[in-house]
């Protein structure tokens, strides 16, 4: 196996030169609103003579973003913590917030606000999570997310996962990860990272990579190799996306990377609807849009591909849209936090509607929850600019 050396870590948009200069300047202000940060492999990947290369923008930063549009947490998942860095959204599914940092930043992501100077929800300190989790036999899988956990060295996910491993009603762990696309070569390159993954999923209790892979032209052949390595060290992967406009709303592309995906034997998982979250206003399809680019793509796809879910991650849990036909949306609660699991729900779909709460009616089927703990700080209720951190004050002497 050939290996690539670790790619550098870029977070000022001025050390891009094939951006022009007086394009760069413009990015800057958005910049000082949603951070920025990508690697040099990543980059590679990038045709810039084609202006809307997917790729592109994937990761670099669009005048868009500064567009009114969204809510900073349009999921509120404040309302999710049970303990410091720990959400319990759904009865047997714990999150751990462990991380606040990615291999690159997706400029549609939903938890952007985590990236914010003024936000602590990712917690280095899990011990408070774990010990919740401890404390609630009913949660038997765990997802370890944030940011992303394979940043974090592998001694702190070692601690993180043995732990895990020792509480009995545990049984599957979760690791959501951009890093076998974003920088496969950590992956690969790390045998203690691999070593980990091989002692602890099991024929009993596997680990599963929740990987997002976004276009199929991120299955690189350095993507393979990582996809390779966590198989043969007997994580079981799979793959999320959102459907989005300027990435892979194109049903040929969403059908190819179905297919790379399962030639991979990488499980397609989820297809998401993009979250209204501020910043994302260039990447919005509407529910019909996004629904027919699916259909059409899993028309073109084997039935592996034809596994896939269209969902909503919405406040009140995950959705699926079923079909949305003749101006109505037929939707099922596919997961829910009221233990509304299977609920059938049909609503009139207006041609814009883009999201559950733009349909008609759907303030009837779920009612807005309340926080559980008072430490997380709605990030909504925030200055929508983030704010610096004040310098401590020098010690005294």
Known sequence: MEYMAQPKYITKIDQIKEIPETERERLKKITEKFVFRVNEY?????????????????????EGELAEYGRWDASDEDTNYAAPGCQHKYETTALLICSEVCGAYCRYCFRKR???????????????????????????NVLLTGGDPLILATKKLRYIIEELRDIPHVKIIRIGSKLPVFNPMRIYEDESLLELIKEYSTPDNR?????????????????KKAFQALHDAGAIVVNQTPVLKGINSNSDDLAELLDKL?????????????????????FVLTLKEAYDAVEKAKAKTSGLGKRIRLSMSHTSGKIEILAIEDGKAYLKYHQSRDGQYGKFMVLDCPDDAAWFDDLPGNEQHWKKPEKKI????????????????????????
């Open 374 to 397: 008072e430490e997380v700080v709605s990030v909504n209720k925030m200055p929508d600019m983030p704010q610096k951190r004040k310098r401590r004050a020098a010690a005294s002497k």
């Open 207 to 223: 680990i599963y990579i929740m990987a997002h892979v976004n276009h199929p032209r991120e299955i690189t052949d350095e993507a």
């Open 42 to 62: 990543y980059l590679s990947l990038i045709d810039w003579e084609d202006p809307n290369d997917p790729i592109k923008n994937l990761v670099i930063p669009n």
């Open 114 to 140: 985590l990236f914010r100077n003024d936000v602590k929800e990712a917690m280095s300190d899990v011990d408070p999570g774990l010990e919740y989790i401890r404390n609630h036999p009913e949660i038997n």
């Open 262 to 282: 399962s030639w991979a034997g990488v499980t397609p998982y989820y297809f998401f609807i993009n979250r209204p979250v501020a910043g994302n206003n260039d």
